[in-house]
């Protein structure tokens, strides 16, 4: 072989290796760690969920809103309001629904608990300042998962959720 061919042949595989590395692996190695969660809970302050109820505007949860209510279920990383004290009356209608969204996400459902003992449906508020709709058992409101699951064989989380909520919609189903 020539030298000229073999200084192309060296340089051509030089120049072209960087680019065969996947850009996926190069992203999973150098993310940035998230930093820690403030040290007291706020509510965010451009938090906005439209609520409609019975295709009519409801009254929109807002940070004021939530600030001006006591958590119903509360420890030191997060409060929860039962959606039936935030949403009134409406909720307290035999059959009604809280059909839950975020932003691009599809509705789920949302039924008021038989009774007080049951699962309750809650607007959630994290330390990081994360908006979720789930169900809360009142007897353990937030139970620890965490390596619970997995290779045990254990259920985590069975409960619904949505993140980043952004309109709530109240209804009473038919049968």
């Known amino acids: 072989m020539k030298p000229i061919y073999v200084v192309f042949l060296f340089t051509a595989v030089a120049l072209g290796a960087p680019a065969c590395q996947r850009t996926s692996d190069e992203g999973d190695t150098k993310r940035v760690p998230k930093p820690p969660p403030p040290e007291e809970l706020k509510v965010p302050v451009d938090l906005r969920i439209e609520v409609t109820i019975d295709g009519a505007p409801g009254a929109t949860i807002d940070a004021p809103r939530l600030e001006a209510n ?7 990383d997060r409060h929860a309001w039962k959606l039936v004290e935030l949403l009134g009356d409406s909720t307290r209608r035999p059959g009604s629904v809280m059909a839950i969204a975020a932003k691009g996400g599809p ?4 039924r008021p608990a038989p ?6 449906p809650v607007l959630l508020v994290s330390r990081r300042g994360e908006v979720v709709a789930t169900m809360i058992d009142p007897k353990a409101p937030f139970p620890e998962y965490h390596g619970r699951g997995g290779r045990l064989g254990r259920t985590g989380d069975p409960l619904p959720r949505v993140s980043g909520v952004t309109k709530i919609r109240v209804f009473v189903e038919t049968q």
């Open 115 to 120: 009774t007080a003992a049951d699962p309750q």
């Open 70 to 76: 006591k958590a119903d279920f509360a420890d030191q």
């Open 107 to 110: 509705e789920v459902l949302l």
